[in-house]
């Protein structure tokens, strides 16, 4: 059965530290895997990952797939509090656009 | 483009009514899906849809029913409400074989 993991489940920081999300998985006919950003509406897309090793970046955030280890990190650097949100990771399988989620990452930072 | 739109954003129903949660997307997308998302669960797909009239059944698709007449419009329709099935539902649409996937708004729906 496809299944995907994200640790930690909730993270309560402050602002300026550094988080690393952590989503892994185990699916067949592995396609891509995505990194979504929800903020009490709709989740909106952050990155998606094909390729082992290749850094993905964005300002503050970046993200990096390991295809080996069949896993992602998601990093944040200088967090700021409308960092605040859930962090969802999902992965497809086939070339269907089924989307597997994992559980979500609440990320909460306090000033 | 106003992107995905859901209808309603909220809705209240009895144990035993059904309705239809309705979904469309003016970008000409190939793939839409239907997800719920439940407090510490992510989202969970229900049912999907490649092209239109082709459609199948996600990871909870119990209770629910889908069709996919034209490309624009996705609706999601619950037979015999149940409480179980109080949760925020989002529909989602993308291209065919790009992976990325844009969400509606969510109908947040309560069964009592």
């Known amino acids: 059965e496809d299944k995907v993991v994200q640790s930690p489940l909730s993270l309560v920081v402050h602002e300026g530290d550094t988080v690393t999300l952590n989503c892994s998985y185990e699916?067949?006919?592995?396609?891509?895997l995505l990194w979504y950003k929800q903020e009490k509406k709709a989740p909106t897309f952050l990155f998606m990952l094909?390729?082992?090793?290749i850094e993905k970046k964005s300002g503050r955030l970046s993200s990096i797939l390991d295809k080996k280890e069949l896993f992602s990190i998601l990093n944040i650097t200088a967090t700021q509090t409308g960092d605040s949100a859930i962090y969802l990771c999902a992965v497809t399988s086939g070339n269907t656009g089924k989307l597997i989620f994992g559980q979500g990452t609440t990320l909460q930072v306090k000033p | 483009n106003a992107g995905v739109t859901q209808t309603p954003k909220f809705q209240v129903l009895k144990t035993g009514q059904s309705m239809t949660l309705q979904c469309a997307q003016d970008?000409?997308?190939?793939?839409m899906s239907w997800y719920r998302q439940d407090p510490g669960m992510g989202l969970r797909l229900i049912h999907y849809s490649v092209g239109a009239g082709i459609t199948d059944q996600g990871e909870v698709p119990n209770g629910y029913n889908v069709s996919r007449s034209t490309t624009e419009d996705f609706p999601l329709r619950l037979l015999s409400a149940a409480p179980s099935q109080t949760s925020v539902y989002f529909c989602a649409s993308g291209r065919a074989f790009s992976y990325e996937q844009y969400f509606g708004p969510g109908t947040r729906l309560t069964v009592t």
């Open positions: 094909t390729s082992s090793g």
């Open positions: 970008m000409n997308h190939e793939y």
């Open positions: 699916v067949t006919n592995f396609r891509s």
